[in-house]
């Protein structure tokens, strides 16, 4: 039997796209015989809808969209996810076998993920039954992504009933220590259950997520026989063979219509999976371009400083959109250094993107000249912010002007400590790199030239980081090295550690002053996030549905 598992990149709420795409996908599997074409989770409406779930019209809509492709399925089956709904009026995360024209059969999700960023309790209810549907020899099993990594849960009952294949669709967003986590889960799920899983996910951005793709087969000794691409579209095809169950099957609806055409043509050939680096990169670029492309806009702008943050943005911008559709604007204070000015410069010709600078001291001096009370002319935060928030005016008149995307340049270990200015560098459409911490960024930055060559001039890389707004200022004045300062972050926002556990990890006579600052300035710093704009998820828990920390909050630890 050949299955096709079709990765497609779908849109929320484009249910006109959305079914364009699936049918396209149907097309191709049919011309590559394939018997059986599924597809990710929620296809039909995109995931995760959300609140788009409370509107009744959007529900109705999308049970129409489900039958137009019904119809055009014929000589072959395919499972799509879609919302359904019973008499009540109660929803579904659904999956619908269809062929011959029609719906054969609905499968319901069991188990509704309600941590991190799910909340499907807040929309779904649960699935009771466990159909099955057979070809020949062959009996399938369809569950929906989250009903595979419960322990004990439905696929259990399939395997019993007489499942040899399972056909799971998902919308598993990425995060950096997840693959591993999910190829060793389906290929422990198919020893489980002596069956093969073919396991298709959602491709694409999605406002802060990212879904990575890389749908995989595997055997029931829990071998990986073959996996699609990762972040982006792909169709994979690959040969099942017939597999008469010795298990008593109940449960069996009415079996599909399949496509018996043989050819050894049309199969995928499989990929090799990405390095971490590389796949925190692709993320990255992916949910960059989708957040621009399905919100309506065409070109970015972005605050071109000379250091690493804006440079890595930059390189990420111009492989998201290209060159042509990405402006650096460089806006040098009397702090600016020449090297910092040079290399804002040298970063913009090597990408090819459109280059202006815009120096800023006159207009500071013109705001000293009016705020008597402040402009004394010694270094201060006002100060400070003061030019920081100069440069964002600038940015958002461009992209008031122009129509441009401001991406802002803060990475996760100043978004969490609140080294970052509210309606400056945290003002603007999409948040690149938030969920990056500072270490990972010259990582990535390293990679960027290794795959690029030197984009990244050595100088940035070696610089000391500098927010450059007052004399010789260093980011280390304010903030512990950022290899200590990464660490505490990890511990306390990612794995939720005390502050007793985190200063067992800090070593030094300042341990205890460091770690005690640093979590003071993330608990102080809520008020700024929740005012940030959106950021690509790539750790495994990330400043938004990810971290709900109180503004208001008493609790201390110390």
Not at 87 to 100: E, H, M, T
Not at 126 to 133: R, S, W
Not at 153 to 180: C, E, H, T
Request: aromatic share 8%; glycine share 8%.
């Amino acid at each position: 039997m050949r299955i096709a598992l079709a990765q497609i990149n779908t849109t929320v709420g484009d249910l006109s796209e959305n079914k364009t795409k699936i049918l396209s996908y149907i097309r191709q599997a049919r011309e590559r015989q394939a018997g059986v074409v599924v597809f990710p989770e929620l296809s039909v409406t995109g995931y995760p809808p959300e609140d788009l779930l409370f509107k009744d019209h959007f529900i109705r809509e999308n049970l129409v969209v489900l039958r137009q492709i019904a119809k055009e399925v014929k000589k072959m089956t395919a499972v799509v996810g879609f919302v359904d709904r019973d008499r009540k009026g109660g929803l579904y995360n659904a999956a619908a076998v269809i062929a011959g024209g029609g719906v054969k059969g609905i499968y319901h999700k069991h188990a509704l993920p309600n941590y991190g960023v799910f909340d499907e309790k807040r929309y779904f209810k649960n699935g009771k039954g466990f159909p099955l549907f057979s070809s020949g020899n062959t009996t399938l099993a369809v569950n929906i992504c989250e009903d595979l990594w419960e322990e004990k849960g439905v696929f259990q009952k399939q395997a019993r009933d007489g499942a040899s294949v399972f056909l799971n669709l998902s919308s598993s967003p990425y995060d950096f220590g997840k693959i591993r986590l999910r190829e060793d889960l389906l290929s422990r799920r198919a020893k489980e259950s002596k069956a093969h899983v073919c396991y298709v996910n959602l491709v694409g951005g999605q406002d802060e997520l990212v879904f990575d793709g890389g749908s995989l087969i595997v055997d029931p000794r829990g071998k990986i026989l073959c996996r699609a691409k990762q972040f982006e579209e792909d169709l994979l095809v690959w040969d099942l063979p017939d597999s008469s169950s010795r298990r008593k099957k109940k449960n069996v609806v009415v079996p599909p219509d399949f496509n018996t055409e043989k050819t050894k043509e049309g199969l995928s050939s499989t990929v090799t999976g990405l390095n971490r680096i590389e796949r925190i990169y692709r993320a990255l670029v992916l949910g960059t371009r989708d957040y621009i492309r399905k919100n309506g806009f065409q070109k970015a702008v972005i605050g071109l400083s000379g250091g690493i943050d804006s440079s890595v943005v930059a390189v990420i911008a111009r492989d998201a959109l290209g060159a042509e559709n990405v402006t650096g604007i460089s806006m040098p204070s009397r702090y600016s250094s020449e090297g910092t000015k040079s290399d804002a410069r040298i970063v913009a010709d090597n990408l090819g993107i459109a280059f202006q600078e815009i120096p800023i001291h006159d207009i500071f001096d013109h705001y000293l000249g009016h705020l008597k009370d402040i402009g004394s002319g010694q270094p201060s935060l006002a100060l400070e912010n003061i030019q920081a928030r100069i440069r964002g005016n600038i940015l958002m008149a461009y992209s008031n002007q122009f129509g441009w995307l401001v991406l802002t340049t803060g990475n996760k270990s100043e978004v969490a400590v609140g080294y970052c200015t509210l309606y400056r560098d945290m003002s603007g459409g999409f948040a690149v790199i938030k969920d990056v911490p500072k270490t990972k960024v010259f990582e990535i930055a390293r990679f960027m030239n290794k795959v690029h060559g030197p984009v990244i001039p050595e100088s940035i890389l070696t610089r000391a980081p500098s927010a450059e707004l007052r004399p010789d200022q260093k980011d280390q004045d304010t903030l512990p090295p950022y290899e200590v300062l990464d660490k505490i972050v990890t511990a306390y926002v990612e794995d939720h550690k005390s502050f007793a556990d985190i200063k067992k990890m800090v070593k030094g006579p300042d341990a205890d002053r460091i770690v005690r600052e640093v979590i003071q300035m993330i608990d102080r710093s809520e008020y700024k996030r929740r005012q940030s704009p959106p950021g690509i998820k790539i750790t495994p828990r990330a400043f938004g549905k990810d971290w709900r920390l109180p503004i208001t909050n008493k609790y201390k630890e110390f």
